[in-house]
């Protein structure tokens, strides 16, 4: 029978750390700005470790054929989305391409809404119409979820506009593959974000996940000059590094420059070095173009892996309190599978619903109106 839940807001509850007032993160942090507290270090784990379950049951549902189209997970890169979305703040917007499944985790749509998207069902996140690569809530500030490589990049640079034009202080994460980057659309966009930057109208936060490849092609045969940030001095960008599997390196680096670009209204670019450790796609089964002793050497430095060495070196943590964390983490996502299962497909009228936008009402009705009554 299908279940079915409210969709009224739903902010943060099943992954975020504790947040002040203001939004921020409350989490204490030594003299190099590293999270010490550890009752956020543990609230990170849970999440990263939620992120990797919930990822390997979607593996797991794809080849039992309960997954159609297609499906990115972002196992091995938790730390960058898990570092960067804890200095989001309500207000702020997040785009991304398709591998999007922790970003929506992360703002806080629900796990079984998120699975029941990926199996279509008339439950999921946006009623089984757009799949994995098409996630949307925004609600929770997530603007998508797009498949065409590098063709949100624009979107995300005139929402950063639009911010500031519209006198908030809200900023955009805007992430990007290695392989988004060689794109024209990249290109365009990062001008007119470092041109409008320079007068303050352009808060836009670029994350490269450079996880070295984009499908089979690595980052060396992809382009001759293969220092990723660097390629936003070409617009005026500021731009820095960040080891991606290191999560207090990410939460430091999020932290300080979330404030900065909130503050300048100036674009900035982290290029995250991560590493995915599973195949490109759950449908792509042979890995030609990388070693298997290549993956196993980034899976010693796996970014769970290595916060909970952290954790259980620094005494912050029992194994005991680790393993009830994980154990929680299963719950959760045993649940999302069971509420996808038990989710009943889309109505067929739902295809002609969510087509065109609704013309605006009639008090409202200035030029909005006149543009969709012309179109
Ligand atoms: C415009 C466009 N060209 C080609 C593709 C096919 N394609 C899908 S994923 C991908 C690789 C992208 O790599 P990257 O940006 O590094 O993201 P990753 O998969 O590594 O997260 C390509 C070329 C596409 N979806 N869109
Ligand atoms: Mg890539």
């Known amino acids: 029978m299908a279940t079915t839940q409210s969709r009224g807001k739903k902010r ?12 921020e993160v409350a989490s204490a942090a030594d003299q190099n700005g590293r999270v010490t507290d550890s009752d956020a270090l543990l609230n990170f784990y849970k999440q990263m470790t939620l992120i990797r379950l919930f990822e390997t049951a979607a593996q797991r549902g794809f080849r039992q054929g309960k997954i159609g189209g297609y499906l990115h997970v972002y196992s091995g890169q938790e730390a960058v989305a898990t570092g960067f979305l804890a200095a989001h703040r309500d207000g702020d917007k997040v785009i ?5 499944h922790a970003h929506a985790l992360l703002l806080g749509s629900m796990p079984e809404e998120v699975m029941a ?5 008339g439950t999921g996140l946006v009623k089984g119409k757009g799949g994995s690569m098409h996630l949307f809530d925004v609600e929770n500030g997530l603007m998508g979820g797009y498949g065409i490589v590098g063709g949100h990049i624009p979107l995300g640079v005139g929402m950063a506009y639009a911010m500031r034009y519209q006198e908030t202080d ?3 994460q805007l992430y990007l593959g290695d392989g988004a980057i060689h794109n024209a659309a990249f290109h365009e966009a990062a001008n007119l974000a470092g041109l409008w930057g320079r007068d303050g109208l352009n808060p836009t936060l670029f994350i490269i996940e450079n ?3 984009g499908m089979g092609t690595s980052i060396e045969r992809a382009t001759a000059m293969t220092d990723l940030a660097a390629k936003f001095d070409s617009y005026a960008i500021e731009h820095e590094k960040v080891d991606g599997m290191d999560l207090g390196a990410v939460l430091e680096c999020a932290e300080r420059v979330t404030r900065q670009v909130r503050e300048t209204g100036k674009p900035y670019a982290v290029e995250a070095l991560t590493y995915r450790i599973v195949p490109h796609g759950a449908g792509d089964f042979f890995e030609k173009y990388r070693t298997k002793e290549e993956v196993s050497k980034w899976r010693e430095r796996d970014p769970i892996g290595l916060l909970e060495h952290h954790l259980l070196d620094s005494e912050a943590a029992t194994e005991e309190q680790l393993e009830a ?23 067929a009228a ?14 409202q009705a200035g030029n909005d109106q006149r543009s969709v009554d012309e179109a």
Do not use: H, M, W
Not at 12 to 23: I, L, P, V
Not at 332 to 345: G, H, I, L, Q, T
Not at 350 to 363: N, Q
């Open 170 to 172: 809200g900023i955009v």
């Open 117 to 121: 998207e990926l199996y279509g069902r």
């Open 12 to 23: 943060r509850q099943s992954t975020r750390a504790s947040e002040s007032d203001s939004g």
């Open 325 to 347: 964390l994980r154990e929680e983490a299963k719950k959760a996502v045993d649940a999302a599978v069971a509420f996808a299962d038990e989710s009943a497909e889309p109505d």
């Open 350 to 363: 739902e295809l002609y619903t969510d087509v065109y936008a609704e013309p605006v009402a009639d008090d």
């Open 96 to 100: 991304t391409a398709y591998r999007d």
């Open 211 to 213: 996880n070295q490849y």
